[in-house]
């Protein structure tokens, strides 16, 4: 038997995203829904994000040198890229992934 494998994502990358988050603020809770949302909608299956509270790992920041939060890190596909707010806009997150827009 052989799994059901969507031949058109074979050859896109993977995507691994890190998401520096302080707490459970409001600010954090909309930055988390919406890279979700980013993820699902354009990454489905390609990617793993973490989300990295910095209260409770402080350490995570140095080596990503995080000096304010949210901050997403694309770690893979390189190059590394950060984008720092609450990742309302849409456009500016796709272009920071190196993704295309959404065309509707």
């Known amino acids: 038997m052989t799994a059901d494998v969507d031949d ?5 990358p993977r995507y691994h995203l890190r998401l520096f988050v302080t707490g ?10 919406n890279m979700k949302r980013i993820c699902e909608d354009r990454l489905k299956d390609r990617y793993e994000l973490e989300v990295i509270d910095v209260y409770e790992n402080p350490e995570a920041t140095r080596d990503y040198q995080i000096v304010a939060t949210p ?8 190059p590394l890229r ?7 806009d849409t456009e500016r997150v796709l272009a920071g992934l190196a993704l295309d827009p959404i065309r509707i």
């Open 82 to 88: 950060r984008i720092i707010g609450d990742l309302s």
């Open 8 to 12: 058109s994502l074979v050859d896109l």
């Open 71 to 78: 901050t997403l890190v694309k770690v893979l596909p390189e």
């Open 24 to 33: 459970a603020t409001m600010r954090s809770q909309h930055a988390i829904a």
